[in-house]
Every structure is written in C-alpha cells, then in structure tokens.
C-alpha cells in the first residue's frame, strides 16, 4: 500500500525512499511525517521502515531539530508559567540503579531553586523515579496540576508522573523502534529526550548521558556524539542545556530495586551513600545550580556539598514526601521500608579484579524478582532488589560475597544467583575505576 494524501501532495512512500538513499528530508517532510503519525494515519510498518532508514543513514543538525521540534509539539507543551523562577530540569539516558533524581531534587530546591519534574515509570531493564517514589507509603506522584505548582511555588520541589498528552508521536515512535532494533540511534534518541524535555516545559536543561555495556551508547566517542547534538538542539530552541557523559559499566551506587533505592538515596542525603553516587549528584546538581544563576561552578560544587553535610538538603527530602502525602519517619528508621522476605548472599564463582558488571543483566534479575515491568500494565514489587557488594576495580577471590538479594519467591533464588554471578566479569590484572563523570559538554 502507498498512502498517499492529496492536501499535501506528499507520500510517505516517497519520504522513505528519499532517506533510504541516504538524502536530506525537507521540513515539510519531516512535518507530514509526525502529524500524520500522531493522527494515525501511517502503518507501522511504513513508520518502521523510515527508522530503519534514519537509523541506517542518520540525519543531519537540520533535520534533527525539525523532528524535535515537530515531535514536542505533537501534543500539549506543559505550562509552568505560574511557577516563579528558573525552572530547569535533569534527564538521564536511563540506567540500572539511577537514583539521582531522588538524591538532587531536593537538593537543588534547598538552595530554593524550583525543580518540577515529570517522571515516569520503568520499563524493561531500566527503572524509573516514579516506581521508586510510590515504594514510600502515602506517596502521591498523580497530584493535580494546580497543587504540583503550589507544591513547587511553596516548598521548591514537586515530582509527578507524567499526564496528559505530551508528545504522542515519541510514544509511538519509541514503542516502534523498541522491536525493530532501532532504539540505538543519535537522532532518535536526541529527539526522543528533547521533545519530551521541551514538552514538559522547563527553561533549561541538564542531561546524563550514559555511556558503557549498560548504556544505549557504548563508547565515549558515540556517548559524546549524542551529547553535542542534544546540546545543539538546546541551542536551536533557546533552551540552555549542559550534558554530562557518565559511567555506566557498572550500576550506579550498590542498591538496585524501587525501595533498595530510596534507601540509598536517603543513606546519600545523609552524607554516607556510595562515592559513584555522591559525585554524580554533586555534579548534576551543580550543573542545575548554575543554569539557575546561582553562582559558579566551582562556589557551587562546595555550597552543594555544604547543603548535604549541614542535613538542608535531607529536611527538605522530608517536606518533598510530606507534602505529596507520604510518611516521612522511615527517613530516620529506614527498616520502615518495603522489606523482602528472604535475604540471600551471592558469592562468587572466580577469582580476580572485577573489571565490568553487565547492568542489563542485573536489571533484568530485578524484572524476574518481580521488582521492574515486562509490560506497562505490570504490578511491581517494591520490595526486591539486588545491592551489588564488589563494586568495579574491587579484588574478589572465589567464594567471597560480591551481592545480595532480597526475593520473596523464593524458586526464583537459584535463577537469580546465576544471573547475577553471570553479571560479573573479572581481570586478572588491576583495574582502575574510573570517574563517574567522564565529561561535560557545553555550548
Ligand atoms: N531515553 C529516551 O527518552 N528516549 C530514547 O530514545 C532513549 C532513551
């Protein structure tokens, strides 16, 4: 079939080819494209067909932003005119045990910064802040529009999952590219983020570009090349955006798993969380801060800190979960938490300096454990998880404990065990762990 529409005399035929031969889509193509997609007038397979195509061969700066633009304005732009201030918000290209938004949403809002962010759910081998969030008890994350902007204008710091209509055609396109091997793709992926960035509405932008085995981009060079398109886009629709490249050969901090991770959020904000974890917070959080105005990077790097070690930034932790009508005493007695039934200690199998742990493999452990979603409709156990012992770099030798898994079925056990055992790869010469923060990239 060749859908053909008289009105713009364009074919999506037409469009395929073109870029199937590897030239240059023209705005209105790229316009056609995602109003007709979005009104469901293209067949999946016509759609898959020009991603394979764009992935294949690319797309220039032009044609990415027109498809950022046309994706963002797909559906509704969100509108936080009524917050005051910068408002500037954080996205990470996703990771296994990324807590961060956790950890910097209240600190930034301690330095009374507003941060009002849409969040979502996991999926697949990925978590997602707003499953973790609703592992603490009374956790609302689907407040209405009017108390998420009271929330923001009166304590700083307001996290929702995202509603309404925002940016459909990233919806259908992702949910495409998903099972036609086209996810890993730089325009895709960089139009993909900064729609939904520009739909949900913030001034400016941070982005955590990951980068390693567990990362859509596995080497520094394609991280960074991601990292300069998204930066540019920012540029083209006036929005500042900074991009961090960041370490993902391993999961980030120890605890994996929705209630694990509000743990070590917590256990951070107190001012003992794993280093990994603490430095890419101090980061991203410093980055916010000064795309906020607050003053330098480098003032900014000690007051951040400063607001850790003085317990700012945990008080205003509190206020955030009280005011989405959570209990906010497990803050000081963390055994409140969702707790699994059985607790079992991995060891390990070989001998040597872990040199890499395959994230994917740990988040789709935590999948399996009932802990993450095969499909949206799925119901999690906060519960679960895996806290990850031997981190990168650490010398383990056979039978030594490198994780432990808090299960509640408890045949899954030995499934489990091999998995994670599986995770690990060693080296018998010493490795170095490297900085969490690999790079920034500016205008
Ligand atoms: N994160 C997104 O939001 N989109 C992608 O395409 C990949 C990661």
Redesign the pocket.
Known sequence: MRLWFKEANMRIYDIIAKKRDGLELTEEEIKFFITELTNGNIADYQASALLMAIYIRGMNIKEISCLTKEMAHSGDISDLSKINGIKVDK????GVGDKTTLIISPLVAAFGVPVAKMA?RGLGHTGGTIDKLESIEGFNTAISQEEFVNNVNTINVSVVSQTGNLVPA?KKL?AL?DVTAT?E?IP??A???MS?KIAGGADAIVLDVKCGSGA?MKTLGTATELANTMVQIGKEVNKRTVALITNMNEPLGCNVGNALEVREAVETLKGHGPKDLEDICIELATQMLCLAGKGTEEELRVQVKEKIASGEALNKFREFVEAQGGKSDFVDNLELLPKAEYIVKITSDEEGYVKAIDTEEIGEALVIMGGGRNKKEDKIDYSVGIIVNKKVGDFVSVGDEIAEIHINNSEKIAEITQKIQKAYYYSKEIVQNSDIVYSIIKE
């Open positions: 996205h990470s290209t996703g979502g990233d992702y590219r996810v793709s895709l992926i139009a993909s983020v939904k859509f």
